[in-house]
């Protein structure tokens, strides 16, 4: 008998110890990786810390995320707009100018699941709303009432 290998037991043992190496190299990376649970409420800031997390490792953002992240702020602009309206009723502020409440029906009859965009009109109504010292008091008062944190 022969003490030699044959080829295939020669081969077997190669890719045996390629195998070997890729799974130390992995160990070694795990040693590195940290798991991390970001609990909180709605609104509380968690895709926010992990987006800054991004930006501080220099992650970049690829345009399809970019455009998702641009519609959500607008969807945001409206929710937070839409909320100081029911809170101008609730906390019984008056708008400045009367226009502005043709406006603010306008705005709370919007979908904001359907915001794609912030253009006109729509931008000039958001900003004469947000000018109006009525949503500037409403907005000084919003610990009476939720509002987003992005709201300003």
Known sequence: ???RLSEDKKESRRINKEIEKIIKADR???NYVINLLLLGTA???KTTFLNQMRIINKDE???EEKVSYTKNVYR???MAMQSMIKAMEELEISYSDVENIGRAELVSLIDCDTIETLKD???????????????QECYSRRNEYYLIDSAE
């Open 28 to 30: 070694k990376k795990m």
């Open 121 to 135: 009109p729509f931008l000039s109504v958001i900003k004469c709303l947000w000018n109006d010292v009525g949503i």
């Open 76 to 78: 945001n602009i409206f």
């Open 43 to 45: 609104g509380s800031g």
């Open 1 to 3: 008998m022969s003490c």
């Open 61 to 63: 953002f690829s345009n």
